[in-house]
């Protein structure tokens, strides 16, 4: 079992700055990739932001060039910093994490099993 832990969530202005934090414990194995998502009203869920278990990262297209994921395996924890939010941006903000399964010469994150309760983000104009 893994269990996932939020915070850093918040109001703030378009163009101002986060940093969610996701603290993680359990299995280390069942968390070998980690990532973040979001879900906005009346919105699907979608992922934002991704790491392998080589650091490899991935983000949607929508937040490239501000956000970066990150993390700190010694304590056990994932970042999002969260640069110049858009309202679009507001959302709940979920962090997960899943096994991964490594072929074709990569690591390859796509199940993930284990999720958070959230964190609010709000943009506000």
């Known amino acids: 079992q893994v269990q996932l832990v939020e915070s850093g969530g918040g109001s703030v202005q378009a163009g101002g700055s986060l940093r969610l934090s996701c603290a993680a414990s359990g299995d280390v194995y069942e968390r070998r990739c980690m990532g973040w998502f979001r879900q906005g009203p009346d919105k699907e869920r979608e992922e934002v932001a991704l790491i392998a278990p080589d650091n490899r990262t991935t983000y949607a297209d929508s937040v490239t060039g501000r956000f970066t994921i990150s993390k700190d395996n010694a304590e056990n924890t994932m970042y999002l910093q969260m640069n110049d939010l858009k309202i679009d941006d507001s959302a709940m903000y979920y962090c997960?994490?899943?096994?991964?399964?490594?072929?074709?010469?990569?690591?390859?994150?796509?199940?993930?099993?284990?999720w958070g309760q959230g964190t609010q983000v709000t943009v506000s104009s």
């Open positions: 997960a994490a899943g096994r991964g399964a490594y072929f074709g010469g990569r690591w390859n994150c796509r199940d993930f099993n284990f």
